[in-house]
């Protein structure tokens, strides 16, 4: 099941989103007699991982930006490799715009927070659900690829954060 999708990123941004979510499997985390819910991919990980592909791609580069989606994990490979200055052992810390305008627009219509804290939102919000860190290893000097694990790793951790948020009495997304 493929969709390509041509033109401006702003027309088709929530129907990248919902292909996705389509194909998006639900898991269950046990919880004394209850079973939680999570999905397997979170809805502003993926989004902030694709604005992330579109804001820091080489657009000079003739390759198109690819996204493949398995039952539990996700690959997003962006050509242009690593914006200049960012490595796999400082992309945490430093960060570091190649399209401004790009970015600009982006942030203007609210589809990113703010400069900077893209891959660390995508950081918090796997380890907080109990998955695999976002995972650059695959990267080459002139294409980023970002694996996304979908499946969760820690189970006592995800059932932690179920109880939780039961026990503050917060209803939490994925």
Not at 61 to 77: A, G, L, M, R
Not at 102 to 127: H, P, S, W
């Amino acid at each position: 099941d493929s969709a390509i999708f041509k033109g401006g990123y702003l027309l088709y941004y929530n129907q990248l989103w919902e292909k996705i979510n389509s194909r998006n499997i639900t898991l269950n985390v046990p919880q004394g007699l209850f079973l939680g819910e999570n999905k397997a991919f979170e809805e502003e990980t993926i989004r902030e991982a694709v604005n992330n592909a579109v804001m820091h791609r080489d657009y000079q580069e003739s390759e198109t930006i690819f996204i493949f989606q398995y039952p539990t994990s996700i690959e997003i490979k962006s050509p242009g490799g690593f914006v200049e200055g960012i490595t796999l052992s400082n992309i945490l810390y430093e960060s570091r715009v190649r399209n401004k305008l790009i970015a600009d627009v982006l942030y203007r219509c609210e589809f990113v927070e703010q400069f900077g804290t893209g891959v660390n939102l995508m950081f918090k919000k796997q380890l907080s659900l109990g998955k695999n860190p976002p995972d650059y290893s695959k990267s080459q000097e002139r294409r980023v690829v970002l694996k996304l694990d979908g499946a969760i790793q820690d189970l006592d951790f995800a059932k932690y954060v179920l109880k939780v948020a039961d026990s503050m009495q917060k209803v939490l997304s994925d």
